[in-house]
């Protein structure tokens, strides 16, 4: 499968304690976007790696939220101290570059419920 | 306010029948547009992209036409399928470098009855 690939699919976890998803683009796609989805609305775009270095950040990205691309090819999206409010759809999307008519492919996401 | 607005919220219809979904936006200034189509639990998966030069791109049973004056866009959908049951997002880009800055619609819900 040579499609960008997330793990985990479901996480479950208690309000306070931290979680961390992986994320595995396309090969040799040097662009990789985090997407924050809930029910009922569109993807909402958090944060992008250009190879290694993270160029944008969302306002929504708050504090508790950290992401790493450390070696320009899988990305890691960290959630400290989860609230419930963070229960969502994470999708990671990857592209081969930017430019006119770039083309996104995500992931199938991690649903993440936070009791 | 960029905007990205979608009608219906939802559409049910049965298996081969036509149907058009819509979209509406208020981005300025604009590059390009996208249709996807997100199955349940799945991310989204690319129909088309089209530039304000572009009027129509199909893509199979896809159609996608785009009125750059009235920033208007809808998907037809012909001889609809089983599988073409899922959402249906509008997606607006207002940069031809910075895809960050994507505005998604909230999606059609797409139900295709046997």
């Known amino acids: 499968d040579t499609g960008v690939s997330q793990n985990p699919r479901h996480k479950i976890t208690k309000r306070g304690q931290n979680v961390t998803f992986r994320c595995d683009p396309i090969?040799?796609?040097?662009?990789l976007y985090w997407y924050r989805q809930t029910l009922g609305q569109g993807p909402e775009f958090l944060t992008y790696f250009q190879n290694e270095a993270q160029l944008e950040k969302s306002r929504l990205l708050s504090d508790r939220f950290s992401a790493e691309r450390p070696k320009g090819s899988f990305s890691t999206l960290e959630i400290q101290r989860t609230e419930q409010g963070d229960s969502a759809m994470y999708l990671c999307?990857?592209?081969?570059?930017?430019?006119?008519?770039?083309?996104?492919?995500f992931g199938s996401g991690t649903q993440l419920s936070v009791l | 306010k960029n905007q990205v607005e979608q009608s219906p919220q939802s559409l049910i219809i049965l298996e081969g029948k036509n149907c058009t979904l819509q979209?509406?936006?208020?981005?300025?200034?604009?590059?390009?547009l996208r249709w996807y189509k997100q199955d349940t639990g799945r991310g989204p998966v690319s129909l088309t992209i089209m530039t304000f030069s572009e009027n129509t791109k199909s893509n199979g049973r896809y159609t996608a036409t785009l009125d750059a004056d009235t920033k208007q866009s809808s998907l037809h959908i012909t001889a609809s399928q089983l599988s073409d049951s899922a959402s249906y997002i509008c997606v607006v880009s207002p940069s031809s470098y910075n895809t960050d800055k994507l505005i998604f619609g909230t999606g059609t819900r797409l139900q295709v009855f046997p």
């Open positions: 979209c509406n936006y208020t981005v300025s200034p604009f590059s390009n």
């Open positions: 999307a990857s592209s081969p570059d930017g430019g006119t008519n770039e083309k996104l492919f």
């Open positions: 090969s040799e796609h040097n662009r």
